[in-house]
Structures are given as C-alpha cells and as structure tokens.
C-alpha cells in the first residue's frame, strides 16, 4: 500500500533550502522544531545494540541527534533529501538510506526494529493511512520497543476548529492554505489507534501546532 499523495508530497524541490527554513521558527510551522527533535531523540534513546528507523527522515536532522545505534535505516520518498542525509554520514557503514514511501516501505519483508522514530513527516498521511502506518510499524516492532514521534498536530477537533479560526481572524490566510493542504495529526485520534494495539503513549507540546508523542508497550520501563 502505497500513501496516495507521496508524490505530491515529495521535497525534491525544497531540498536545498531545507536545512535554513527549519531554523526559522518564528514561523507558526517551524516553531518548536529543534525542541522537538531533541524530545524525540531523548526518548529514542538508543543504544549501541539497537536496530533504528527514521521514517521520513529527510535531510537526516534527527538521525543526527540519536547517541548511538547498531544499525540505521532512514526513510524517505524524496531523492534529493536522502542525497542530503547521505552527505552528513559520509562512511558511517552503520546507516542505511532507502528511498520509499512511508506505507510502500513496509511491503518488504524486513527486520523488526528496536526503536521507530519520525519528524514532521506523518502529516502527510490521510487519517487512514496514519492508522495503516501505526499497524505496519507495531507489526514490526521488538520487544520492548518504542516508537517516538514529532509532527505537527491538533489535540482534537474542537481544538483544530479553534486554531484555524484564530488564525482566519488574524489574516493568515497563506498558513491557513498550508494547514488546510496537508492532514495534520488529530492526537487524540492517533493515540486511540496506539491504544487499540496495546500501547501507552506520552505527549508533550513543542508549539501550537508541534507535538511529540512517545508509544511504547505496557509494561516498558521506558
């Protein structure tokens, strides 16, 4: 199954220039990134003995910031944005690049994964395919595992409805146009999903529109 707007959503384009907008976090989109990440990669924390995928990993910003890993795969639909990643672990034999759809990727057969972990790439999934995502990624999932994530996201409808209507007042109507193109998580939906597969979940708020959520089997430690 592959998510039905990867093309549309493939950065090529914005490759270039991506490393620079994501420090521009004075912009509603942007803000709480690098907190987010550094959340993400806390809660990750993985060891020298753990199997790692980074889904829609990008120019590798937060693959950067993981403490250690024995292996690495990092995902992305986007040519141009792994060839970016590439570049920051030149001869890292432990890292692995596979250009694929978040959903496509999940086809192959494959190994199970100590720690999932992805950054601002989910939104680009419909409600259903986020669920479909969750699934493939529980499915793949060691004992003990967690899955960590940073997106952007709502708490809920009423919420969604109120931060569009801040927003339609205040005139911004190109972030609007932004919001209203991509599907941004509905949090209190996904950790439903999380929940039915037998996981807890955690979240912590990065911005008004940036959220982490932290899912790993009951009984965990971490």
Same mark, same amino acid.
């Given at each position: 199954?592959?998510?039905?707007?990867?093309?549309?959503?493939?950065?090529?384009?914005?490759?270039?220039?991506?490393?620079?907008?994501?420090?521009?976090?004075?912009?509603?989109?942007?803000?709480?990134?690098?907190?987010?990440?550094?959340?993400?990669?806390?809660?990750?924390?993985?060891?020298? @003995?753990?199997?790692?995928?980074?889904?829609? !990993?990008?120019?590798?910003?937060? *693959? =950067?910031?993981?403490?250690?890993? +024995? &292996? $690495?795969?990092?995902?992305?639909?986007?040519?141009?944005?792994?060839?970016?990643?590439?570049?920051?672990?030149?001869?890292?034999?432990?890292?692995?690049?596979?250009?694929?759809?978040?959903?496509?990727?999940?086809?192959?057969?494959?190994?199970?994964?100590?720690?999932?972990? @992805?950054?601002?790439?989910?939104?680009?999934? !419909?409600?259903?395919?986020?669920? *479909? =995502?969750?699934?493939?990624?529980? +499915? &793949? $999932?060691?004992?003990?595992?967690?899955?960590?994530?940073?997106?952007?996201?709502?708490?809920?409808?009423?919420?969604?409805?109120?931060?569009?209507?801040?927003?339609?007042?205040?005139?911004?109507?190109?972030?609007?146009?932004?919001?209203?193109?991509?599907?941004?998580?509905?949090?209190?939906?996904?950790?439903?999903?999380?929940?039915?597969?037998?996981?807890?979940?955690?979240?912590?708020?990065?911005?008004?529109?940036?959220?982490?959520?932290?899912?790993?089997?009951?009984?965990?430690?971490?």
């Amino acid at each position: 199954m592959r998510s039905r707007h990867a093309d549309r959503f493939n950065h090529d384009d914005d490759a270039p220039g991506y490393d620079t907008d994501v420090k521009r976090e004075a912009h509603p989109i942007r803000a709480g990134y690098s907190a987010a990440l550094d959340w993400v990669a806390a809660k990750a924390a993985p060891t020298g @003995s753990d199997e790692v995928l980074d889904l829609g !990993t990008g120019t590798g910003n937060l *693959a =950067l910031r993981l403490p250690d890993f +024995s &292996r $690495l795969t990092g995902v992305d639909v986007s040519e141009a944005m792994l060839e970016r990643a590439a570049g920051k672990f030149v001869a890292d034999r432990r890292v692995n690049w596979v250009q694929d759809d978040l959903l496509g990727f999940f086809e192959c057969p494959g190994p199970n994964y100590d720690v999932v972990v @992805s950054s601002y790439a989910v939104h680009h999934l !419909t409600e259903d395919e986020k669920a *479909a =995502l969750f699934a493939a990624i529980a +499915s &793949r $999932l060691a004992p003990g595992g967690r899955v960590v994530f940073a997106d952007l996201m709502f708490e809920n409808a009423p919420e969604r409805s109120r931060i569009l209507a801040g927003y339609r007042e205040a005139g911004e109507g190109a972030l609007l146009a932004d919001i209203e193109d991509e599907y941004f998580w509905d949090l209190e939906t996904s950790t439903a999903v999380w929940r039915d597969l037998g996981f807890r979940t955690e979240t912590c708020r990065f911005s008004t529109l940036s959220w982490g959520l932290h899912v790993h089997a009951a009984g965990s430690p971490r």
